[in-house]
């Protein structure tokens, strides 16, 4: 078959790839079972990153003599495998639903290490956290309200977090949808979360807040200012015993720096129309061609990063403010302990998709289109694209094109718009029929996050490596089982 004489200009952007991942690329015989017998995709996990990524935070934060207590936001991957092995790691956990929170106290897991920062709380997840002692972050006075109300019946008096925003960084208001605004919450606590207050059945016990950029300096500068506020509320006899800085800690995807920096100006320059696209029907991924002139920023996660974990959260707690103190010894200084909630940086390297080849063609434009047996909301996030190559697993015995094909893969939904990637990508060759393509480290919201099941299509399956044992094994991450969700009101169970 003819294949693309310009390939090798389209920019790569390789990933970064653990030992586990390339050993199972190698195993055709093992990838092949499993195939035939959960279909495809499939979603590969080992749960052994997972705890190298806990200790390195863990680390940094002993270094710093911090008291603290880390929590795996466990909204970014559904397996339960990752509840596991926090449980078994000493590792709290961050729910952020019903379920989430149910299935962790099925499990064992210790309530002291439980979070519920939800977004939204009902009655029964309320009673849920309240009988159990589950601590609570609460996000806005209607909530205190149904929590003091329940806490009331229960006859309980409750410990709980304030969410907070609206943090000043480099002179303005960091805008967020959750949260008490940080101007007026010590008002808020003093007036009506104290005994015989208001919500007399509510303790205030610390701050809880999560940013949704990436910069070290913001992050600095909320915990800093989270500390004048518990300066604040000390003098009135009110003490922070947590500041709770949520997730949102920095990971990086590729193996290469100048893969990145190559790839962004060459999206640019196609997007400008001065080379050939190197994205579908030429998305700019954010950036935009207005009147001749390029526009906007590209809208994908910061796939390549030099501080990532343990570095970022480094560089965060040394953070030098002007009178040269710094967050770490701040806290230090006040006894306040450091919460955390990392989700995908805690999941790095732990999980990969895989999907069969099912077909290959040639659109109108004349670029070769490869279809997997998947759907894009698979392999989803809420960045623009997945900016990582994946990785083809030739499974033919006998084949030996070696002409590299620049390609598009498209999926299973009957959408114009159903790319498994925007990007297109330069593979050795193009790949036959049944030949495997793996997207490496997608286990961060990739590949759960938005997983639709239209066409009633099932579910990705979602497999789990053991090598604990001599031998290695993959089973199953079986699905939470629930009894019967509680539908009557006030029904307690
Ligand atoms: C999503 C979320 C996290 C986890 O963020 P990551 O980017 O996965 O580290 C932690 N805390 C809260 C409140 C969140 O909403």
């Given at each position: 078959m003819q294949t693309d004489p310009?390939?090798?200009l389209y920019p790569r952007l390789t990933a970064v790839t653990s030992p586990w991942m390339t050993e199972l690329f190698d195993n055709h015989s093992l990838l092949d079972d499993l195939f035939r017998e959960y279909g495809s995709p499939i979603n590969i996990h080992h749960a052994g990153p997972f705890a190298e990524n806990y200790e390195s935070y863990r680390c940094v934060l002993e270094k710093h003599r911090l008291d603290h207590t880390i929590f795996f936001a466990r909204k970014a991957n559904k397996c339960r495998i990752f509840v596991k092995e926090a449980k078994r790691l000493g590792l709290g956990v961050d729910t952020a639903s019903y379920r989430e929170l149910k299935e962790c106290l099925d499990l064992g897991c210790d309530p002291d290490k439980l979070v519920l920062t939800a977004a939204v709380k009902n009655e029964i997840l309320v009673r849920l956290a309240l009988q159990h002692g589950v601590l609570m972050v609460l996000d806005n006075e209607d909530e205190c309200r149904l929590v003091n109300r329940i806490a009331e019946e229960l006859g309980i008096v409750s410990k709980i977090g304030i969410r907070i925003s609206g943090f000043l960084h480099n002179g303005e208001k960091l805008y967020s949808?959750?949260?008490?605004d940080v101007d007026y919450v010590a008002e808020f606590i003093t007036s009506?979360?104290?005994?015989?207050?208001?919500?007399?059945n509510l303790r205030f016990s610390g701050f809880h807040f999560h940013l949704n950029s990436y910069s070290i300096q913001e992050r600095a500068d909320a915990i800093i200012q989270t500390i004048y506020l518990s300066d604040m509320l000390r003098k009135k006899g009110i003490s922070t015993k947590f500041i709770d800085l949520g997730g949102g800690l920095l990971m990086n995807y590729l193996a290469d720096r100048e893969d990145w920096e190559t790839f962004r100006a060459e999206l640019k320059k196609a997007v400008m129309g001065e080379r050939n696209p190197i994205t579908f029907g030429n998305n700019g991924l954010g950036y935009e061609l207005i009147n001749g002139s390029l526009h906007g920023e590209t809208?994908?996660?910061?796939?390549?990063?030099?501080?990532?974990?343990e570095q970022f959260l480094e560089a965060v707690l040394i953070n030098k403010t002007e009178n040269g103190s710094t967050p770490a010894g701040m806290l230090r200084e006040r006894n306040i302990e450091l919460r955390m909630e990392p989700g995908r940086s805690l999941l790095d390297q732990t999980g990969m998709t895989m999907a069969r080849v099912i077909h290959r063609k040639k659109d109108q434009r004349g670029d070769w289109l490869v279809g997997l047996e998947m759907n894009r909301s698979q392999l989803m996030?809420?960045?623009?694209?997945?900016l990582l190559d994946p990785i083809l697993i030739p499974m033919q015995k006998s084949a030996v094109d070696s002409i590299p094909a620049a390609v598009y893969f498209t999926g299973g939904?009957?959408?114009?718009?159903?790319?498994?990637?925007?990007r297109k990508i330069t593979l050795p060759h193009l790949p036959y029929i049944g030949d495997i393509i793996c997207f490496p480290n997608t286990a961060g919201y990739m590949m759960h996050f938005y997983e639709t099941q239209s066409h009633l299509y099932d579910f990705t399956t979602n497999l789990v490596i053991n090598e604990d044992s001599e031998e290695m094994s993959i089973k199953r991450d079986e699905l939470y089982k629930f009894n019967k969700f509680p539908l009557k009101r006030g029904v307690r169970h």
């Open positions: 310009l390939s090798h949808r959750f949260g008490f009506q979360l104290e005994s015989g207050n208001h919500f007399g809208d994908v996660y910061p796939y390549y990063n030099e501080t990532p974990k996030s809420s960045s623009a694209d997945y939904y009957c959408l114009e718009q159903d790319l498994i990637l925007k």
